[in-house]
């Protein structure tokens, strides 16, 4: 959009730039364009703008897909826009109020926009933390937090969101905008960076929930020692674990540093993927029909062959009525890195359900609570074979989640969990599906 057309816009709807909004327009039009260009949206992608203003960004986002959202505070803005885009949604309200779990029924999305610089922290914590519904960011920033966010370690701009963001996203500074190209012209440059999904094998796996607990403390007072912040047990052993001093800061450990601290302070230490496999030598007893022991094989061949054995399903939920949702490991020899209920796992050998399922709970969650058998469901193949009971349990967190089968997890509300599931059931393991039926009619 054009200086004078800004101007002329502006002036019809009788409104000013205001401050209090960090309201600063882009009037280069190449600029622009490239900007979107660097989001990569594709034809169908769905993607989100945040605080679209006048549509500098708009127009040519839309070029590409039409499955536009734009996020908009100002009410003065809000029905020009949806004059100006009307194939657009249009949501009226402060993208700091807005819930990132209501994209998860559009599948992965796409957001981009021109942050208001005091708020861009924020905005970036909301909807780039576990577990976002994001598969890419691009943002333009005050230059300075955008070199924060790139920053290496042992450099004055190395800080708690440089780490923090860092664990699943990759920061690069495309490029540094010169503060004429808005108006009002702010008092200080711009830069453009990109958010993109961390490759797997570039960093280990970690237990999120602690490694943001230790990041936090540690840089809480970054001059200080870790050892007199973080308060672990075996520091000396840890630091020979970690490879690093006794005396180290917050800013001298490197993102691989920080996940390996993490581990070690978890007592997580070893290949992830490793302990993931050793899981496919247990022994399951396998049943019949009528649910009955009829003898016991290990866990790969009762997979492979389909073979009738035993499981529990836990959904938690917190005060609020929210579910905890699990996102599975990658390593998962049966639906890999799809959505499932809180805890579950196979009855062992010789145990039960009603002992498997406080078990599970421990060791998926690491938390110990009340159960109450909710149902049951038969073998079929939506539950891969198994004979499942489902039990119910309230916690608000936070939990413990290992890594070697859990990627990440997050509370969601019942209607966004039926959205999600209408929109996008592929996006679930089976056996949750199963449950969820019979968990959804005793709600």
Known sequence: MKLSTIAATLAELGAKPTQSLGQNFLHDQNLARWIVEQVGIQENDTWLEIGPGLGALTEFARERSKRGILLEK?????????????????IHGDA?????????????????GNLPYYVSSQLMFQFASEPSPANGFVFTLQRELAERLCAGPRTKEYGAITVLLGRRWVAKLLRILPAHIF??????DSAVISLMPREDDSLPECDGALFTKLVKAAFSQRRKQMKKLLQLERWPEICAEVGILETARAEELGLEQWVALTNAASGAIGDHSAKAQDLKGEIFDIVDEHDNVIGQRPRGEVHREKLRHRAVHIFVFNKRGELFLQRRSRWKDAHPRVWDSSAA??????????????????????????????????ACAGTGWEFVKVYSARHNGPFRLPPAEIECGGFFTIAQIERWIEARPGDFASGFLECWRTVRDSI
Not at 78 to 85: K, N, T
Not at 100 to 107: E, M
């Open 96 to 112: 700091l109020d807005f819930d990132p779990r209501d994209l998860f029924p559009r599948g992965p999305v796409k957001v981009f």
């Open 74 to 90: 100002d009410d003065r803005l809000i029905d020009w826009l949806r004059a100006q885009f009307p194939e657009l949604e249009v």
């Open 183 to 188: 108006t009002p012209v702010p008092k200080v």
């Open 345 to 378: 796992g196979h009855v062992n050998s010789g145990d039960d359900y009603a002992g498997t399922a406080p078990r599970e709970l421990e060791e998926e969650l690491g938390v110990s609570a009340p159960l109450t058998e909710i149902g049951s469901i038969s």
